[in-house]
Nanobody, 117 residues
Framework: QVQLQESGPGLVKPSQTLSLTCTVSGDSITANGAVWGWIRQPPGKEPEWMGAIDTSGSSYYNPSLKNRTSISRDTSKNQFTLQLSSVAPRDTAVYYC?????????WGQGTQVTVSS
């Protein structure tokens, strides 16, 4: 059974860099046929795809976030990481990691991130 678990700070100050890690079990992030991504949902809004990393380590980003987003991985820990720079209150959301393979499934349980001073 594939499971994903997000971890990271729940509160970030404006202008800082948000860093979240997704730990994967039950599948390898280097196995063919899947990508590993980040999705966020601000309060009262639809989910927004942020970006993903594929099995070769290449990353892809939402154009609206590309200048502030970086996704990397640690294959020895079967983890991938999201960094979002210059955060502002508009970046407050529940952040999810998910596997992309014939659709986005499964998702992690999500982690609330609040941007506030």
């Amino acid at each position: 059974q594939v499971q994903l678990q997000e971890s990271g700070p729940g509160l970030v100050k404006p202008s800082q860099t948000l860093s979240l890690t997704c730990t994967v079990s039950g599948d390898s992030i280097t196995a063919n046929g899947a990508v590993w991504g980040w999705i966020r949902q601000p309060p009262g809004k639809e989910p927004e795809w942020m970006g993903a990393i594929d099995t070769s380590g290449s990353s892809y980003y939402n154009p609206s976030l590309k200048n502030r987003t970086s996704i990397s991985r640690d294959t020895s820990k079967n983890q991938f990481t999201l960094q979002l720079s210059s955060v502002a209150p508009r970046d407050t959301a529940v952040y999810y990691c998910a596997r992309g393979k014939e659709g986005w499934s499964p998702w992690g349980q999500g982690t609330q991130v609040t941007v506030s001073s």
